[in-house]
């Protein structure tokens, strides 16, 4: 073999693309109010970034699936590198609100491409254990992002302007293209390949939507993983405000709060190798459900505080990490490889879909308190257990049952 010839992507690769991706999530929050003034307009206006982004994320998650089962994952997932990159460069150039949003929306185009082909081609070479295992090394990339953006977004605001935090992520994006460029050899062959057809993309978007088991994992990990948009949504209001948490003290809990789901996720990894993925699931949904009742059951008994908060959360999202790699190794294995874009594309838009959903449901809430809190973690803690118990584990024990 040619000393030239592209060597398949190593997981430290895949990892600083989706880090990447999730940096660009939240590193800009500090700079808010700077931007708002920088730019001349409204808080209210400078907060549509993030469902810019979310939104732009999820939908776009169902065209790059497709286009990688199609041409190949290595040209979209280096295009959407390269797309992300120049996206960035050009929000932290943006001399209006309206250029930032337009710049948002693209950057999150060329993010979520790093996402949805990055866990196909984890699937391309791995399933069952062996892609939760690698499942699980992408869930912490996809942890440690908005763990140490805002800490990270809060020092180059002190140091530069809110312009340096979207300079900072085109660094970290073309960092990715660059080390990805002459070792990225192209993991699904011609011949698994699929042409452009709209009408089968669609069915088989049908197919997948009718696939109980696929449905169920994605519905189970999209359920859990909002808890953590319960808390970014509503506690800043409820801790700062309500609470009078200084912003300091917040800034650090939001880093720390990750930091359970990036534990659970390495723990997965090894679990993996000795238990049933699907007990794994099992026991992450029953542990988020914990940490949802704790939250809800201080909240209407008048007893809750800060640290009741976090430690609430904390619990749901040990919860999720610990189910968040075996539900897509165990949705993306459930399918057959020359559809596992299509697949990897409508679990992240389910995922994403739920984020953006929540998000602004929450946003909507007047006077948001603990309360409120409570009940959305705990809700969505019960709709992703119920999903797994309805389409997944209930299907697997009528089979297991069968003569």
């Known amino acids: 073999m040619s000393d030239k010839t592209p060597r398949p992507p190593s997981l430290a690769i895949l990892f600083l693309m989706m880090f990447a991706s999730q940096l660009a999530l939240t590193i800009y929050l500090p700079a808010v109010v700077d931007i708002a003034a920088d730019l001349?307009?409204?808080?209210?206006?400078?907060?549509?970034?993030?469902?810019?982004?979310?939104?732009?994320?999820?939908?776009?998650?169902?065209?790059?699936?497709?286009?990688?089962?199609?041409?190949?994952?290595?040209?979209?997932?280096?295009?959407?590198?390269?797309?992300?990159?120049?996206?960035?460069?050009?929000?932290?150039?943006?001399?209006?609100?309206?250029?930032?949003?337009?710049?948002?929306?693209?950057?999150?185009?060329?993010?979520?491409?790093?996402?949805?082909?990055?866990?196909?081609?984890?699937?391309?070479?791995?399933?069952?254990?062996?892609?939760?295992?690698?499942?699980?090394?992408?869930?912490?990339?996809?942890?440690?992002?908005?763990?140490?953006?805002?800490?990270?977004?809060?020092?180059?605001?002190?140091?530069?302007?809110?312009?340096?935090?979207?300079f900072a992520t085109g660094l970290v994006a073309l960092s990715a293209l660059i080390a990805a460029l002459p070792r990225f050899a192209e993991t699904l062959p011609p011949e698994m390949r699929r042409p452009p057809n709209i009408p089968a993309m669609l069915r088989n978007y049908g197919a997948l939507a009718r696939n109980r088991r696929f449905m169920g994992y994605s519905l189970t990990i999209s359920f859990l993983t909002g808890t953590f948009q319960t808390f970014i949504v509503a506690a800043p209001i409820i801790m700062v405000n309500q609470m009078e948490v200084s912003p300091t003290l917040f800034g650090f809990y939001v880093m720390i709060v990750p930091g359970t789901f990036m534990v659970a996720s390495y723990l997965t990894g090894i679990l993996g190798k000795y238990f049933q993925l699907d007990f794994l699931i099992a026991t992450g949904c029953g542990i988020a459900i914990t940490g949802g009742l704790i939250q809800f059951g201080f909240a209407i008994t008048g007893n809750s505080t800060p640290l009741i908060i976090l430690i609430a959360i904390l619990i749901s999202n040990f919860g999720t990490g610990l189910a968040f790699a075996n539900c897509y190794g165990q949705s993306l294995s459930s399918v057959s490889p020359s559809i596992a874009g299509a697949g990897s594309a409508l679990t992240g838009f389910v995922h994403m879909g739920w984020a953006f959903l929540i998000s602004f449901m929450l946003t909507q809430v007047n006077d948001i308190n603990v309360v409120d809190l409570g009940i959305s973690q705990t809700a969505t803690t019960l709709a992703s257990t119920t999903a797994f118990l309805v389409l997944v584990w209930a299907v697997r024990s009528r089979n297991e049952n069968r003569p």
């Open 40 to 166: 001349d307009t409204s808080l209210t206006q400078v907060q549509l970034i993030i469902p810019a982004y979310l939104g732009a994320f999820a939908v776009m998650q169902l065209v790059a699936g497709p286009l990688s089962d199609t041409f190949g994952r290595r040209p979209v997932i280096l295009g959407g590198l390269g797309l992300f990159t120049i996206a960035s460069i050009a929000c932290g150039l943006a001399f209006n609100i309206e250029i930032l949003l337009v710049g948002r929306f693209f950057q999150a185009m060329g993010a979520c491409t790093t996402i949805v082909v990055g866990r196909a081609i984890i699937r391309d070479g791995s399933e069952g254990k062996s892609a939760a295992v690698a499942m699980s090394y992408m869930g912490m990339a996809m942890a440690v992002g908005p763990a140490i953006a805002p800490f990270l977004g809060g020092f180059l605001v002190s140091w530069f302007d809110w312009r340096a935090t979207f």
